[in-house]
């Protein structure tokens, strides 16, 4: 039996034993980004599998390991380090959410393309004037102020299934703790990994045929999240604020661009 033979027994047909070997190389790549900064996972492999293997199975395949790495992330100091940041973070995450939910039917109305400008283009622009040193201070977190940007990050969400960005623009612009940024957004990525899990396991993205492959991405995903997990303890404040703001521009100019070319 080919190894091609052997690995169609467990996971989709349209991988082969090279395919598998990229998605591994991808997932550790994506693990190591946000180990160090916490977020682009889903972006970095869905942008990396979509280029061999079917929309379907890339995203099914990001699934359990964003999943099992927000995890992680959320309780990388501990169950009460994590209680404390949702606790801290509590009007956004409730008004955010509210907003998710009343701006999820807007999918049906708003064009792809149109909903990929609307969120690429204000990260885009809110990361060139952080990175060229023009700031966005906010001082602390009024509830009228995060119940404003929650509002707005729950209602792009909603009908884009995108709320990473705009979060990360928030915390970075109230200058939240590496640490503390990184919980918050576990947490916050977690439950939407939760929720895009049981969505598709309605919708038969997530089944039996794509299940093992999801799977199999979350060692290399994990080696990766340890691997950038140790670089950002390396790196000071400064430095994990520039990195986060190179990859929130990187991020932004890739909505940008898919909503220009469709």
Same mark, same amino acid.
């Given at each position: 039996?080919?190894?091609?033979?052997?690995?169609?027994?467990?996971?989709?047909?349209?991988?082969? +034993?090279?395919?598998?070997?990229?998605?591994?190389?991808?997932?550790?790549?994506? /693990?190591?980004?946000?180990?160090? +900064?916490?977020?682009?996972?889903?972006? $970095?492999?869905?942008?990396?599998?979509?280029?061999?293997?079917?929309?379907?199975?890339?995203?099914?395949?990001?699934?359990?390991?964003?999943?099992?790495?927000?995890?992680?992330?959320?309780?990388?100091?501990?169950?009460?380090?994590?209680?404390?940041?949702?606790?801290?973070?509590?009007?956004?995450?409730?008004? /955010?959410?509210?907003?998710?939910?009343?701006?999820?039917?807007?999918?049906? $109305?708003?064009?792809?393309? #149109?909903?990929?400008?609307?969120?690429?283009?204000? @990260?885009?622009?809110?990361?060139?004037?952080?990175?060229?040193?023009?700031?966005?201070?906010?001082?602390?977190?009024?509830?009228?102020?995060?119940?404003?940007?929650?509002?707005?990050? /729950?209602? $792009?969400?909603?009908?884009?299934?995108?709320?990473?960005?705009?979060?990360?623009?928030?915390?970075?612009?109230? /200058?939240?703790?590496?640490?503390?940024?990184?919980? #918050?957004?576990?947490?916050?990525?977690?439950?939407?990994? @939760?929720?895009?899990? +049981?969505?598709?396991?309605?919708?038969? #993205?997530?089944?039996?045929?794509?299940?093992?492959?999801?799977?199999?991405?979350?060692?290399?995903?994990?080696?990766?999240?340890?691997?950038?997990?140790?670089?950002?303890?390396?790196?000071?404040?400064?430095?994990?604020?520039?990195?986060?703001? @190179?990859?929130?521009?990187?991020?932004?100019?890739?909505?940008?661009?898919?909503?220009?070319?469709?």
């Amino acid at each position: 039996m080919s190894d091609n033979s052997l690995v169609a027994l467990f996971l989709p047909a349209d991988l082969t +034993v090279l395919n598998l070997l990229v998605a591994f190389a991808i997932a550790a790549l994506a /693990g190591t980004v946000k180990g160090m +900064v916490g977020f682009a996972m889903p972006m $970095i492999l869905v942008s990396g599998l979509s280029l061999f293997l079917p929309p379907d199975i890339a995203l099914a395949g990001l699934i359990l390991p964003t999943l099992v790495t927000n995890g992680m992330q959320a309780l990388r100091q501990g169950a009460q380090a994590a209680w404390q940041s949702i606790y801290r973070f509590r009007i956004f995450l409730l008004v /955010g959410l509210a907003f998710l939910l009343v701006s999820a039917q807007l999918v049906r $109305i708003l064009p792809a393309d #149109v909903m990929l400008i609307l969120i690429g283009a204000p @990260v885009t622009l809110f990361a060139v004037l952080q990175l060229f040193g023009i700031a966005i201070p906010i001082s602390r977190a009024t509830p009228r102020v995060e119940a404003t940007v929650a509002a707005v990050a /729950g209602f $792009i969400g909603g009908f884009s299934g995108i709320w990473g960005p705009p979060t990360v623009a928030y915390l970075t612009a109230l /200058g939240t703790e590496k640490r503390e940024q990184m919980r #918050v957004q576990g947490v916050i990525y977690g439950l939407g990994a @939760v929720a895009l899990m +049981v969505a598709h396991l309605g919708s038969g #993205v997530m089944r039996a045929e794509t299940a093992p492959f999801s799977f199999a991405l979350i060692p290399p995903a994990i080696l990766g999240m340890w691997f950038g997990g140790k670089l950002q303890d390396r790196i000071n404040q400064a430095t994990f604020r520039r990195a986060t703001l @190179v990859v929130l521009l990187l991020a932004g100019a890739n909505l940008l661009r898919r909503g220009l070319m469709m």
